[in-house]
């Protein structure tokens, strides 16, 4: 026993350090080990009462006598220590090289203290136990027959405070909001103990109903019911297997629920097979290179992700809408973000960034002749000339790489209707570029008349795009920074500022700031799926606000979980500046994606492919969730335990019962009686664990579940479900089932040979 509880003590302390949890995870162990060790060392002490009566009889008193009585057991525990820490270390190094990143060290101070502290309660257990042997009569210790006693007072207020214990845990972990306690971190055990309790008094008291009406339908199970109602060899032990049983459960349904977090929460993040970081491409070089390495659209997808952890209204996520049913299909199935991935194919627009491929600018500009007669009034109030001069030309682009630049274009525009062509060179475009802008204006040289200066674009090409397909308009902010400026107060601007004719684009020119131009498209709403997002607002991939119109709202969003906003990439991308540094781009390829495609994805982006058990693994250390591996040696720890407890009890008992059964034989009882009642025995006993596992562990699960640290949740992650399952639950009720049937049907098989009615006239000879 102090092997068990020592080497388990060292290995949940020892992990849970090295994973940065809870050392309180061992409370459960130290508490049935604390019920499990005073047990043993009173049977011990009743064990040797008998050597106790012989030594007092050759006249050892004293500290001779404690001597005699300490010794052995001291040894034990020094031993039992000493090979715990072993087992404990090595225990160690297997559990944290399987469940976690690096090994630790073996033993730690902790370690060493928790196992000095089990070693010297459990001597003071055994010093109390002896204690009390010494009390009794001798002539008590010197009888060979022991006979059941009533549980004494102190018993009786344990086994009552356990029941309170119990419900405080339970009512603690319900009303935890913050770190748990040690009572809600024990509260597994006592619940456990609570229970095994139960299951005590309900076969005492249901075998003692049912002795008067067994007595008369058959000897077996009178025989049966009597010896449970009576008997501690195993009943008592039940007690403790019950207590491990329900923390198995609790375990083991903890496990069940962070291991189904995981796996859906990975889903969440990554939509397919694996992924790869494509950050240093951006949204729209990651959405190049999927149409560039899967034209077919089939296996490939991009996507972005601003966590926005700290500003949950701005936290987004991008996909490719229109790859999105052929590539993900129906990966989210069965999770709680298939209502949304659904409808994802909805967020596809006809709004779609321009993007050019050249490195050179070529502009083509014509001057306007308009009327001498629009002028309007500066400051003073006297009449300004406005009228035609140099233009200046910028267009704003984000290049390769995510990196944003701006190339201008200069030129005196003659005033007799000249058309002038000027070219600039953008390298930063030779491989491609978005464009996310025009700006058209005059320097203040060009003031020198009073004609308005208006001009047609008639050519504006960067490389073999022409830009001036796509409808431009006048940003509103220019045009109000403009109306609002202090020299240019009593300006008019004309009733049309932009023109998309056939022939190009007529611009009329501000006076005081450069006119500001953007897609025509820029102002179409832009359609997302929301989550718990109370206000919702779209921003393109620069942080800009965009116009919304919100088509679903969603409990789980693919990529974001429960909030934030969904959008399609393309449609954002469309005069957004570079993408916000701290997006996550990322290349999603579905399962059966060529291995070809993923190299060559793997060669631009620069990176390696990450599996969805990668994610989910990743998921899993980032979150706490060692946090349910140390539940589970904890666990594990105290099935031994209680295995332990079982096996002692029936060991320290085998001469009874055989000796009951002797005395039997001796009044004409059969042996096929004996094993009857025996049979009969075990069974209530088994369907009574089975039965009040199921149901406690049930209990316990809903009750605790919810309050012990499993995992630490991100604030916009998916709840973790902690309802109660029916195979964690009945696992280790089938498995502490067993142990009773195969325990105990050790202490009820009984021989002829070992029971024959000669072995008590030899018991009384000796």
């Not at 902790?110 to 001597?123: C, H, R, S």
């Not at 390829?589 to 060669?603: F, H, I, K, N, R």
Request: glycine share 10%; charged share 20%.
């Amino acid at each position: 026993m102090t092997v068990v509880v020592v080497g388990g003590a060292v290995t949940v302390l020892q992990f849970a350090e090295a994973a940065a949890t809870s050392r309180w995870l061992t409370a459960p162990l130290l508490l049935i080990g604390a019920v499990a060790v005073p047990s043993i060392g009173a049977e011990l002490a009743v064990a040797r009462r008998e050597e106790i009566g012989l030594a007092r009889l050759r006249g050892i008193h004293g500290v001779r006598l404690w001597r005699f009585l300490l010794v052995e057991p001291l040894l034990a525990i020094v031993v039992g220590t000493v090979v715990g820490l072993v087992v404990g270390a090595i225990g160690t190094l297997v559990a944290t090289s399987t469940w976690l990143a690096e090994t630790a060290p073996a033993l730690g101070r902790p370690a060493l203290v928790a196992a000095a502290a089990i070693a010297g309660a459990a001597l003071l257990i055994v010093g109390l136990s002896a204690a009390a042997a010494l009390r009794e009569p001798l002539a008590v210790q010197v009888s060979s027959r022991r006979r059941p006693r009533r549980a004494t007072t102190l018993a009786l207020f344990l086994s009552v405070l356990v029941f309170v214990g119990a419900g405080v845990a339970a009512y603690r972990s319900r009303a935890a909001t913050g770190e748990p306690d040690l009572v809600v971190l024990v509260g597994p055990a006592l619940v456990g103990l609570a229970l095994g309790q139960l299951a005590i008094w309900t076969i005492r008291i249901a075998a003692r109903g049912l002795t008067p009406v067994t007595e008369k339908r058959g000897m077996g199970a009178f025989l049966a019911a009597r010896r449970l109602a009576r008997a501690d060899d195993l009943v008592t032990p039940i007690r403790l297997v019950v207590a491990a049983a329900v923390v198995g459960a609790l375990a083991l349904s903890g496990a069940v629920s962070v291991n189904r977090w995981t796996s859906e929460q990975a889903g969440v993040e990554v939509p397919g097979a694996r992924t790869i970081d494509a950050t240093s491409l951006g949204a729209v070089g990651a959405v190049d290179l999927t149409e560039q390495v899967d034209p077919e659209g089939d296996h490939l997808i991009a996507s972005a992700i601003v966590r926005n952890e700290g500003r949950l209204p701005e936290r987004r996520a991008y996909v490719d809408a229109g790859r999105w049913d052929a590539v993900v299909g129906d990966f989210y199935d069965g999770t709680p973000a298939r209502a949304a991935s659904d409808a994802v194919h909805r967020l596809a627009s006809d709004i779609v960034p321009v993007q050019a491929v050249g490195d050179r600018l070529t502009m083509t500009v014509t001057g306007l002749q308009v009327p001498r007669s629009r002028t309007f009034r500066g400051p003073d109030g006297e009449d300004v000339a406005v009228g035609g001069g140099r233009l200046e030309l910028t267009l704003s682009y984000v290049a390769s790489g995510n990196a944003s630049g701006a190339v201008t274009v200069r030129t005196d525009v003659p005033r007799d209707g000249t058309p002038v062509t000027r070219s600039v060179r953008v390298r930063a475009c030779a491989e491609g570029c978005t464009i996310t802008g025009l700006a058209v204006g005059r320097d203040s040289q060009g003031l020198i008349d009073g004609s308005v200066f208006e001009v047609l674009l008639d050519r504006l090409r960067l490389g073999e795009t022409d830009l001036l397909q796509r409808p431009w308009v006048p940003d509103p902010v220019s045009v109000e920074s403009a109306l609002n400026s202090n020299f240019f107060r009593n300006y008019q601007p004309p009733a049309t500022l932009v023109v998309n004719r056939p022939d190009g684009l007529q611009v009329a020119l501000l006076p005081s700031v450069a006119l500001a131009l953007e897609l025509e498209d820029a102002g179409t709403r832009v359609p997302v799926l929301a989550a718990d997002v109370e206000e919702p607002l779209a921003l393109d991939l620069g942080g800009d606000d965009l116009p919304t119109d919100v088509i679903g709202v969603a409990r789980t969003l693919p990529l974001l979980g429960s909030v934030g906003l969904l959008s399609d990439i393309r449609t954002s991308a469309a005069g957004s500046g570079p993408t916000v540094p701290s997006a996550e781009v990322q290349v999603v390829a579905a399962d059966g994606t060529p291995q070809a495609m993923l190299d060559e994805v793997a060669t631009a982006a620069d990176g390696t492919w990450r599996t969805r058990d990668a994610v989910r693994d990743s998921l899993d250390e980032r979150f706490g969730g060692a946090q349910s591996v140390a539940y589970a040696l904890t666990a594990l720890a105290c099935a031994l335990v209680a295995l332990l407890a079982l096996g002692a009890g029936v060991a320290r008992h085998l001469r009874d019962y055989r000796r009951d059964v002797a005395s039997l034989r001796v009044l004409g009882v059969s042996l096929g009686t004996a094993r009857r009642a025996g049979r009969a025995e075990l069974v209530s006993l088994t369907v009574l664990v089975l039965g009040i596992v199921v149901a406690g562990g049930s209990l316990a699960v809903t009750l605790l579940l919810d309050g012990l640290p499993l995992l630490t949740l991100p604030v916009a992650g998916l709840p973790l479900d902690t309802a109660p399952q029916a195979w964690p639950l009945v696992i280790p009720a089938v498995l502490s089932a067993a142990a009773v049937v195969l325990v105990g049907g050790r202490a009820r098989a009984v021989r002829a040979a070992t029971t024959r009615p000669s072995l008590l006239r030899e018991e009384e000879g000796a």
